[in-house]
């Protein structure tokens, strides 16, 4: 099991600190005993390389890559990363190649897919490349969920996806996968934007892995358009898989996080651009919780 768990945002939305760039987009450096990943690559690769050296981020000693989905916020940092991680595995589901577009409530259609430099890196590094679609262990306490069933009544993706420009064609983002770590309080997920749901992938982890219970959730959670009903189912399906700690960035939605806040008693560490998020060696006991009623 791993003791020392440390989770840095290279980027994300926002800066807390003015000599760190941020942009749209989400890129974790994670550390995991004395092993390193980084999960996604935000938009550009700009800010990731200049904030991982601003912070003491390492990159070049990645043991391994983590593309969480293919949208271009995610994976449009590969070209400009390229050259700081040679010979480093990367970890893809194969959908995260398709065309994707997202189609505005103001009509605007707007092409989100993985840049066209990112595919030419993927393209040149294919002997690099582990496809992921079934659950992937990494190394002992830490694997990957692989594509996420949907099973929940209340969970979407998050937004009107399109694998076509004429947008006929939803897309189910099968490609979305987190990244689950063991730690001495419990489970940690990590999510790129949780398209396929935060409960879907806890539950599916939980199924996986024949556990019980979760510790914390890390990362983008695409609560931005959740209606107060999906909001209270998920809190209430967290509670009962004894999650305690939630650490939203990136695309959870600040009215989102607030709801939660107000309502439930998790424990929410927010992080923007800089933040660090270190995981306390020691275990706990969990907190009794009375389960909140609905509305």
């Given amino acids: 099991m791993n003791t020392r768990i440390k989770i840095t945002v290279l980027v994300e939305n926002r ?7 941020a942009e749209h987009g989400l890129s974790l450096w994670i550390q995991i005993g004395r092993k390193h990943l980084l999960f996604d690559t935000g938009a550009s690769g700009v800010a990731v390389r200049r904030n991982s050296k601003t912070l003491g981020a390492p990159i070049q000693k990645t043991h391994a890559l983590i593309l969480s989905h293919g ?11 390229e050259s700081r991680l040679p010979d480093v595995p990367i970890f893809a589901h194969p959908d995260c190649l398709l065309p994707r577009y997202s189609h505005r409530h103001s009509g605007e259609v707007r092409e989100i897919g993985m840049p066209l430099p990112s595919r030419a890196v993927l393209d040149r590094r294919k002997k690099w490349i582990r496809w992921v679609d ?10 990957l969920t692989g594509k996420i069933q ?10 009107r996806f399109f694998l076509d420009s004429a947008c006929r064609h939803p897309d189910p983002l099968w490609d979305d996968q987190a990244l689950w770590i063991d730690t001495p309080r419990g489970l940690v997920l990590v999510f790129g934007c949780a398209h396929a749901g935060v409960v879907n992938a806890v539950e599916q982890v939980c199924r996986q892995l024949r556990v019980s219970r979760v510790f914390a959730l890390v990362g983008g959670f695409h609560w931005g358009n959740a209606s107060p009903g999906r909001l209270w189912k998920t809190g209430r399906a967290l509670l009962r898989r004894g ?3 939630l650490v939203p960035c990136h695309c959870s939605g600040e009215a989102a996080v607030h709801f939660f806040r107000r309502n439930f008693p998790f424990e929410i560490v927010s992080l923007t651009t800089g933040g660090e998020w ?8 969990p907190r009794q919780r009375r389960l909140p009623r609905f509305p």
């Fill in 15 to 21: 800066s807390a600190r003015r000599n760190l760039a």
């Fill in 71 to 81: 949208h271009y916020d995610h994976t449009g940092g590969l070209a400009a990363l």
């Fill in 134 to 143: 079934g659950p992937r262990a990494l190394f002992p306490g830490a694997g």
């Fill in 150 to 159: 949907r099973r929940t009544s209340f969970e979407d993706t998050g937004g």
């Fill in 243 to 245: 999650i305690q700690v």
């Fill in 278 to 285: 270190n995981l306390p060696a020691a275990p706990c006991q």
